[in-house]
């Protein structure tokens, strides 16, 4: 799912299917989900859970600083295969704990 449909944003999301599948590619996302509270119901679940998830690794992280350590060494441990950033944000900082 990719919730950037909800902000007029340029969707950005790669799908890979394992097996032969179907999708449905909705043009107006805006009116899909006004017409369709079911799903907008299930889409405010999973971001939710997403950013509860996201909320509890953080303070995990704040609670256990050698946690952050490890954590940065084992993304940097390879420091000539990348650089700080990302492919949408290629200037970003890398992350500090």
């Known amino acids: ?39 907008c119901l299930h889409i405010c679940e999973v971001v939710a859970r997403r950013l509860d998830e996201l909320n509890q690794y953080f303070v995990d ?12 060494a084992a993304v940097w441990a390879d420091q000539g295969s990348g650089r700080p950033g990302t492919v949408r944000r290629p200037s970003a900082a890398a992350f500090s704990f």
């Open 1 to 39: 799912m990719n919730c950037r449909l909800s902000l007029d944003a340029t969707r950005t999301a790669t799908v890979r299917a394992l097996q032969p599948s179907v999708f449905h590619v909705v043009e107006n996302p805006r009116a899909f989900l006004e017409s369709s509270p079911l799903v």
């Open 61 to 72: 992280v704040k609670r256990y600083p050698f946690l952050a350590r490890a954590i940065e």
